[in-house]
């Protein structure tokens, strides 16, 4: 089945430092979705993209869809302590049935020390 | 407050004995639907639901049922819990009815079935 290979698993950096964080696959997505969960809550979207080659800001992250649809990435510059939690890609796709799939990453595990 | 709400956000409880998770949303959301998560596997879907009266299945819908007779209302059913069924439960919505894209999640609910 389609899956995604969301990298790295998890990251220690300095307060200040920036981070990135990528997903891929060997499918073809037409949409990719970015969640940040922190400890006891549920995910929150944070950015969506919809397009090809599209690049989207929220703030201080940054996330692509890469131009061959089958990898995105997600930029965090500045990092502060609140930044510290899980985060999330996801690729859409249509299945056979021409219904929207999700495919979720493992996440990626961030930790900020002050 | 736009909220995603779900009731309870712990429980124990034994095999066999049935039991409802209840999730509300007040955004008049088209779209809801129901994720496990369990460590190593991250998010599945288990159900969705485009609109009122439209339900349909996930990855993983084995041992549950929903029903959407509101917009607002998207219960999660397990008939004859297991403990397979020990997880982390998140509810979601979307404004979009077909984009299967969760925009809002609920905290959580962790069911424990011994």
């Known amino acids: 089945g389609q899956q995604l290979n969301q990298s790295p698993q998890s990251m220690f950096i300095q307060e200040g430092e920036d981070v990135s964080m990528n997903c891929t696959s060997s499918?073809?997505?037409?949409?990719w979705l970015w969640y940040k969960q922190d400890p006891g809550e549920g995910p929150v979207l944070l950015i969506a993209l919809y397009k090809a080659g599209e690049l989207t800001s929220n703030g201080r992250l940054t996330a692509q869809f890469g131009i061959t649809r089958k990898d995105s990435f997600l930029n965090i510059s500045a990092s502060i302590p609140s930044d510290v939690g899980i985060y999330f890609c996801?690729?859409?796709?249509?299945?056979?049935?021409?219904?929207?799939?999700?495919?979720w990453g493992l996440g990626t595990s961030l930790a900020v020390n002050p | 407050e736009a909220q995603v709400t779900q009731n309870p956000r712990y429980l124990i409880t034994v095999t066999g004995k049935k039991l409802t998770v209840t999730c509300s949303q007040n955004?008049?959301?088209?779209?809801m639907s129901w994720y496990r998560q369990d460590p190593g596997l991250g998010l599945r879907q288990i159900y969705y639901?485009?609109?009122?009266?439209?339900?349909d299945k996930g990855d993983v819908p084995e041992g549950y049922k929903v029903s959407r007779k509101e917009k607002r209302n998207f219960p999660l059913i397990l008939e004859s819990p297991s403990p397979n069924q020990t997880s982390l439960y998140f509810c979601?919505?979307?404004?979009?009815?077909?984009?299967?894209?969760?925009?809002?999640f609920g905290d959580g609910t962790r069911l424990s079935i011994l």
């Open positions: 996801a690729g859409q796709t249509r299945n056979a049935g021409n219904n929207r799939k999700l495919i």
């Open positions: 955004m008049n959301h088209e779209y």
């Open positions: 499918s073809i997505f037409n949409t």
């Open positions: 979601a919505s979307g404004f979009e009815g077909n984009s299967n894209q969760p925009q809002h």
């Open positions: 639901s485009m609109n009122v009266e439209v339900t």
